[in-house]
């Protein structure tokens, strides 16, 4: 399974947000892309095609449960990019409106599946975005430049719908470096944040002595702006001691949780040619030549093609190659949707709720949404938790709409993530702990599948990164 990277370059620093420069051709994926994939392995490719990395899925989707956890007491919503580099490194970055949390391939090998470690590492970046470090020395640095770092995901050869994309970054709130008092109190911050959610503080000493170890050869960006040492690791100790116990075990239930959350992908029952047909139309759809892919997935769709059958829904929807027709786009969306596929489910859902190409009709947008949330799907559920938030279609009921919020913010979806908080103004603290546990004990539906040497699993996209999380 692959993964194209969000293109385009970090000029200059760029990354070096709140911890060191990126080097001038920084490649990311959105880890929610990489979390919704079927494939267990994912391949992390570069524009061209050229494989840059190998992450696992679980370990990806444990990463975005562990930020969804360690991000909350500090009233953070972020997103997870993962990048390319030689070195361990971390960082935050901010600009119109997006809070962005980034970690290297390298740090993925160093930290392994040390869940605690990550969230020390996350509490950490969080603490320096949260209390606005360096903010009056950013004030008066002059400005380095703007910059559309990433315009868009380009799926790969099997990739499905991933993350939503960012683009032009705009001008970037950048920093160097911090002072020792604002590590310290990043530090300070961070290991509370653990010990509140359930982490284990002692992840922290284990992240420092880490990069310390790695560090032994030779400076490494991350030390040289977050400079780490017996001293340093004797402060965090010495913090660690004077917190209480929380009894919990948080990293142990993200792995449980994690694993009874796969979704079985949707299985293809097509022939070969309708899948080169399909194979054509996404090459030319990402040419931008929107006239042969609807040539191609229209002949992919006479094979039963449901990623096909999406993308002609994509293309009407957005008058891409043809003119603009609603009722043509929900046409092509119902035929991928009765087949399992969860963005067109998704999208139908969106054309009923708005009355695009279709009488409006919220009872028949709680249904299309509710077969691809519970599937899984994280536009869905935040668009199913904002209807029952708001009693659209359905009678009001907070308390699901936690549950669907919790479900997409989990897989990171920031909206979902500041969509909960409003839900929790409408709850007492019991009902959030009943809540929590709806999310706990959620399962997704299972999908028929008829499984066969040839079946491979479907894509879930046609190659447009916005048509595919339609939301309201």
Known sequence: ?????????????????????????????????????????????????????????????QLLAVLDRIQRPGGFAGELIITDGNHPNAFALSARGRSIIGITAPMLDLLGDDLDAYAALLGHEIAHHVRQHGAERRSREQALGAVSAIVGLILGAAGVQGGATIADFGRLIVSRSFSRDEEREADRLGVEWMAATGFDPEGALRLHERLLRAGAGGAIPFLQTHPSGEERVDNIRRHIASLAPSGKTTAGEIRAWTAQMQYQPLILEVDAESRQAFARGRAAYREKDFEAARREWLQASNGGHPDAQYGLGVLYAQGQGVAQDYAAAVEWYRKAADR??????????????????????????????RKAAGRGY???????????????????????AYMWFSLAAV?????????????????????????????????PDPVATRESPQDKPAENAAGDPQAGQQER
């Open 1 to 61: 399974m692959y993964v194209r990277f969000l293109q385009g370059a970090f000029a200059l620093l760029l990354l070096a947000g709140f911890s060191c420069p990126a080097p001038a051709q920084t490649r990311s994926w959105m880890a929610a892309a990489i979390a919704n994939q079927p494939a267990a392995n994912v391949r992390l490719l570069g524009a061209k095609g050229d494989p840059v990395a190998i992450v696992r899925r679980e370990l990806v989707q």
């Open 340 to 369: 399992g596929h969860r963005a067109a489910q998704n999208n139908l859902g969106v054309m009923h709720e708005k009355g695009s190409g279709v009488a409006q009709d919220t009872a028949a947008a709680v249904e299309w949404y």
């Open 411 to 443: 897989r990171g979806h920031t909206g979902a993530a500041r969509n909960r908080l409003r839900a929790a103004e409408k709850l007492s603290a019991e009902d959030v702990a009943r809540a929590e546990k709806m999310v706990r004990d959620w399962k």
């Open 378 to 400: 994280p536009p869905a559920q935040n668009n199913l938790g904002r209807l029952h938030l708001n009693g659209i279609g359905v009678t009001a009921d907070p308390l699901s």
